[in-house]
């Protein structure tokens, strides 16, 4: 349409009220139809009025009849949900002669595919019943039907036929041939509807919703599968099975229980059967690793304990700074000097005054600090909390004033030799009381050290006590005592020198040596003591130089050959020495190769891994000094003793080296 006003639709027809028509159905049946309908802003819906037999009337949409043209305001329509309503298409009445033609065969109507098609689209949720209702469509006559569906084609224009000018006889109507039926919706779209036969559709019934319970029985049963499965997998594993003693547990008794087996912590010695080291096999065997240029000069002896025959012997009795491998001497002279049950004791007794406690070292800087049950890095160390509880229930807790009476040792708190800053930093001035070997941290033994240690355990001591620290004071010959602590045993604080290289600990056991032999318990008086001890029990110690007992000061002077001779007698068989029975407790205090104390983050690399767990041995390291001397057990069987000393410029690939001359000593049958 044009526009909005009336359809002026140019006709040849004759007057819709003459009854005359055409034979072709006249000249609106051949008018083209647009391609394009344009609607007016209120759809109307037209519905065809009624028809005789001779002819068909169109109804102008300008003058819509009431009984032939239905109007309706689409956009008035309120929204329903309801099924659309079916609008019955209207019958043509028939006349006698038309029933009597009825029984005629009819024409077929048009084949669908010459009828116009347009795209479904989706229905929108909402709609009025009417805009849903199919747009009837004029019934025409089989000869007309034809040329109205190829009109309905928008590209090509309908041709117009010659006009007959024969008089035509009357056609019955035929069956109105099935229409697209058309829907109008609201926006004035025009879309296909689902054909109507006049009948009203039973609803659509719902779709079942589908059946869950199925589902979920089985989803059940096969949840209730898997845990079947995983329970008895897990009861299946050794570890279930034998926590709660299943009768397929692999660790379930099958008979009677093993006897335990003894072990025994002490080395033994070889095998009667064990094949001999030769001096020659050692040699070809440290040819190569003992050459190596990272070393330096290098010096050393290795020994057979089982004979004391000297295998191999590079230098040995030329005089090196022995570093920490000094330390071997100390705790083997304290070995000879003294029970190794030996304790060291921290006395308090009564002062010059009720009302007064003097503290009296004896020598133990293993002293803890730490409350009861916590341990510091002294293993078996008494507590100071322990010694504060006895003189307070001693005293009555009269005690007001505390003094400390270090007099036990004597001289200087640092050796000769000695670096400025060596204490506190690889060691602690010298007192004969410390707590925790005056390290800042109790449990920590590369942390530093306190300054004044003695004084450290004076004012702790009385702040515990509630009491005053008043200095330095001589105990009372015969004085009450008011409390009494013990160290551990003199082997389990070698063990802990020897194996963490305490200096502080290491120097305080000279002091012990020095005290025992009746020497003055200074630098200078446990030197001496270590040396007497050693050579009175038959080593050769005659031009050994001694300026403390930790290895700390570089003014000691030592041959590789007597650390390899105290070393093969503390290794010696069982008997067959007097002295091997006492020195057998400082091999239990030697590092383990890549395993404990100062070896621990040794012995990784590849050409000397094999010495790994089997090389027990002491380090010693200072600028331009590197030391290693202990023991390891051949391939064969055999123990052999060594004493290596470098001096080597740089450090590390110095002590790699040395590790490495130990690991060929493993790993050769040295025959």
Same mark, same amino acid.
């Given at each position: 349409?044009?526009?909005?006003?009336?359809?002026?639709?140019?006709?040849?027809?004759?007057?819709?009220?003459?009854?005359?028509?055409?034979?072709?159905?006249?000249?609106?049946?051949?008018?083209?139809?647009?391609?394009?309908?344009?609607?007016?802003?209120?759809?109307?819906?037209?519905?065809?009025?009624?028809?005789?037999?001779?002819?068909?009337?169109? *109804?102008?949409?300008?003058?819509?009849?009431?009984?032939?043209?239905?109007? *309706?305001?689409?956009?008035?329509?309120?929204?329903?949900?309801?099924?659309?309503?079916?609008?019955?298409?209207?019958?043509?009445?028939?006349?006698?002669?038309?029933?009597?033609?009825?029984?005629?065969?009819?024409?077929?109507?048009?084949?669908?595919?010459?009828?116009?098609?347009?795209?479904?689209? @989706? @229905?929108?949720?909402?709609?009025?019943?009417?805009?849903?209702?199919?747009?009837?469509?004029?019934?025409?006559? /089989?000869?007309?039907?034809?040329?109205?569906?190829?009109?309905?084609?928008?590209?090509?224009?309908?041709? &117009?036929?010659?006009?007959?000018?024969?008089?035509?006889?009357?056609?019955?109507?035929?069956?109105?041939?099935?229409? @697209?039926?058309?829907?109008?919706?609201?926006?004035?779209?025009?879309?296909?509807?689902?054909?109507?036969?006049?009948?009203?559709?039973?609803?659509?019934? /719902?779709?079942?919703?589908?059946?869950?319970?199925?589902? =979920?029985?089985?989803?059940?049963? *096969?949840?209730?599968?898997?845990?079947?499965? +995983?329970?008895?997998?897990?009861?299946?594993?050794?570890?279930?099975?034998?926590?709660?003693?299943?009768?397929?547990?692999?660790?379930?008794?099958?008979?009677?229980?093993?006897?335990?087996?003894?072990?025994?912590?002490?080395?033994?010695?070889?095998?009667?059967?064990?094949?001999?080291?030769?001096?020659?096999?050692?040699?070809?065997?440290?040819?190569?690793?003992?050459?190596?240029?990272?070393? =330096?000069?290098?010096?050393?002896?290795?020994?057979?304990?089982?004979?004391?025959?000297?295998?191999?012997?590079?230098?040995?009795?030329?005089?090196?700074?022995?570093?920490?491998?000094?330390?071997l001497l100390t705790t083997s002279a304290?070995?000879?000097?003294?029970?190794?049950?030996? &304790?060291?004791?921290?006395?308090?007794?009564?002062?010059?005054?009720?009302?007064?406690?003097?503290?009296?070292?004896?020598?133990? *800087?293993?002293?803890?600090?730490?409350?009861?049950?916590? &341990?510091?890095?002294?293993?078996?160390?008494?507590?100071?909390?322990?010694?504060?509880?006895?003189?307070?229930?001693?005293?009555?807790?009269?005690?007001?004033?505390?003094?400390?009476?270090?007099?036990?040792?004597?001289? +200087?708190?640092?050796?000769?030799?000695?670096a400025p800053d060596d204490a506190p930093?690889?060691?602690?001035?010298?007192?004969?009381?410390?707590?925790?070997?005056?390290?800042?941290?109790?449990?920590?033994?590369?942390?530093?050290?306190?300054?004044?240690?003695?004084?450290?355990?004076?004012?702790?001591?009385?702040?515990?006590? =509630?009491?005053?620290?008043?200095?330095?004071?001589?105990?009372?010959?015969?004085?009450?005592?008011?409390?009494?602590?013990?160290?551990?045993?003199?082997?389990?604080?070698?063990?802990?020198?020897?194996?963490?290289?305490?200096?502080?600990?290491?120097?305080?056991?000279?002091?012990?040596?020095?005290?025992?032999?009746? +020497?003055?318990?200074?630098?200078?008086?446990?030197?001496?003591?270590?040396?007497?001890?050693?050579?009175?029990?038959?080593?050769?110690?005659?031009?050994?130089?001694?300026?403390?007992?930790?290895?700390?000061?570089? @003014?000691?002077?030592?041959?590789?050959?007597?650390?390899?001779?105290?070393?093969?007698?503390?290794?010696?068989?069982?008997?067959?020495?007097?002295?091997?029975?006492?020195?057998?407790?400082?091999?239990a205090g030697l590092p383990v190769a890549?395993?404990?104390?100062?070896?621990?983050?040794?012995?990784?690399?590849?050409?000397?891994?094999?010495?790994?767990?089997?090389?027990?041995?002491?380090?010693?390291?200072?600028?331009?000094?590197?030391?290693?001397?202990?023991?390891?057990?051949?391939?064969?069987?055999?123990?052999?003793?060594?004493?290596?000393?470098?001096?080597?410029?740089?450090?590390?690939?110095?002590?790699?080296?040395?590790?490495?001359?130990?690991?060929?000593?493993?790993?050769?049958?040295?025959?």
């Open positions: 349409m044009p526009s909005n006003e009336q359809p002026e639709w140019p006709s040849e027809d004759t007057d819709a009220g003459s009854g005359e028509s055409s034979a072709d159905g006249g000249a609106t049946a051949q008018l083209p139809v647009p391609g394009k309908v344009s609607l007016p802003e209120s759809p109307t819906l037209f519905v065809p009025a009624e028809r005789d037999a001779e002819k068909t009337q169109f *109804i102008p949409a300008a003058k819509p009849d009431a009984e032939s043209t239905q109007v *309706i305001d689409l956009r008035q329509v309120p929204e329903q949900e309801t099924e659309p309503h079916r609008v019955p298409r209207p019958q043509p009445p028939q006349s006698a002669q038309q029933s009597a033609e009825s029984a005629q065969p009819r024409p077929q109507p048009a084949p669908p595919e010459h009828r116009p098609q347009q795209p479904a689209q @989706q @229905q929108p949720p909402q709609q009025s019943a009417e805009s849903a209702q199919p747009r009837p469509q004029s019934a025409q006559p /089989p000869q007309q039907s034809a040329q109205q569906q190829s009109a309905a084609e928008p590209s090509q224009p309908r041709p &117009q036929p010659a006009p007959n000018h024969e008089p035509s006889q009357p056609v019955p109507p035929a069956a109105v041939p099935p229409v @697209q039926p058309m829907r109008i919706e609201p926006s004035g779209e025009i879309h296909p509807a689902e054909a109507t036969t006049g009948e009203e559709k039973p609803p659509a019934e /719902p779709e079942a919703k589908p059946k869950r319970r199925r589902k =979920g029985v089985l989803i059940g049963s *096969i949840v209730a599968l898997v845990l079947v499965v +995983a329970v008895g997998a897990a009861l299946a594993t050794p570890y279930v099975s034998n926590r709660l003693g299943l009768p397929w547990a692999p660790n379930l008794p099958k008979g009677d229980s093993p006897q335990p087996v003894p072990v025994a912590l002490s080395l033994k010695a070889p095998s009667a059967s064990a094949p001999e080291p030769t001096s020659s096999g050692v040699s070809s065997a440290l040819a190569g690793p003992a050459a190596n240029a990272a070393l =330096g000069t290098l010096t050393g002896a290795v020994i057979d304990p089982a004979t004391g025959e000297l295998l191999w012997d590079r230098n040995s009795g030329q005089f090196r700074t022995p570093a920490s491998t000094t330390k304290a070995l000879l000097a003294m029970d190794p049950g030996t &304790q060291l004791s921290t006395k308090v007794v009564q002062g010059s005054s009720p009302d007064t406690a003097v503290i009296v070292a004896g020598g133990d *800087i293993t002293l803890s600090s730490l409350p009861a049950g916590q &341990q510091s890095v002294y293993a078996g160390a008494a507590h100071l909390d322990d010694l504060v509880a006895q003189v307070k229930q001693a005293s009555g807790g009269a005690i007001k004033k505390v003094q400390i009476d270090t007099s036990i040792w004597s001289g +200087a708190q640092t050796a000769p030799g000695w930093i690889y060691t602690a001035a010298m007192t004969p009381v410390m707590l925790d070997g005056g390290l800042t941290d109790p449990t920590n033994d590369h942390s530093m050290r306190v300054a004044q240690p003695a004084n450290t355990v004076l004012q702790t001591f009385a702040q515990r006590l =509630g009491a005053t620290a008043s200095g330095q004071a001589t105990a009372p010959q015969d004085a009450k005592v008011l409390g009494e602590v013990k160290s551990a045993p003199l082997s389990e604080l070698i063990a802990h020198a020897l194996e963490a290289s305490d200096n502080t600990l290491a120097d305080a056991i000279g002091r012990m040596t020095a005290i025992a032999t009746g +020497a003055d318990a200074s630098f200078s008086g446990a030197a001496q003591a270590t040396l007497s001890v050693l050579s009175q029990n038959g080593f050769d110690v005659s031009q050994v130089k001694l300026s403390d007992n930790s290895g700390l000061s570089p @003014q000691n002077s030592v041959p590789a050959k007597l650390l390899a001779q105290v070393l093969a007698v503390a290794a010696g068989p069982d008997g067959k020495d007097p002295r091997t029975a006492k020195l057998r407790p400082m091999l890549g395993g404990s104390g100062t070896l621990a983050d040794r012995y990784d690399a590849p050409n000397s891994r094999s010495g790994k767990g089997w090389v027990r041995a002491k380090t010693g390291t200072l600028s331009g000094v590197h030391t290693l001397a202990g023991v390891v057990l051949d391939e064969d069987g055999r123990v052999l003793v060594f004493a290596l000393m470098s001096d080597g410029a740089d450090q590390d690939p110095a002590r790699a080296a040395l590790d490495v001359v130990a690991a060929s000593l493993r790993g050769c049958g040295c025959r």
